[in-house]
């Protein structure tokens, strides 16, 4: 598969991962279950990095030191928990 990148509004992305986070796989066979997981897994990084993104913004556009000190802090704090998500769910 390529790497192409597709345009998906974040609230949709929200939606997916949150209705894959409902889903029983436990009877699939053991190579759908892996799938399902990584798939899963990746999308809630995706929103993580999402987030990021955002969080840097809010330092740039901070209005004083105090708010400034503040975002970055929020943002390191973000940028040290890529990929640590947990099961079903957002878990944002």
């Known amino acids: 598969m390529g790497d192409n990148s597709v345009m998906i509004p974040h609230s949709l992305l929200e939606r997916i991962i949150e209705l ?4 029983d796989t436990s009877r699939y066979d053991r ?18 990095k999402l987030e990021l993104r955002e969080a840097y913004t809010k330092i740039i556009q901070a209005k ?29």
Request: glycine share 8%.
């Open 31 to 48: 190579a759908v279950c892996d799938d399902y997981d990584y798939i899963l897994q990746e999308l809630k990084v995706k929103i993580q």
């Open 20 to 23: 894959l986070g409902y889903w």
């Open 64 to 92: 004083d030191e105090d708010a400034r000190l503040s975002a970055r802090i929020e943002y390191l704090w973000q940028r040290n928990n890529i990929g640590r998500v947990r099961g079903s769910g957002i878990d944002f």
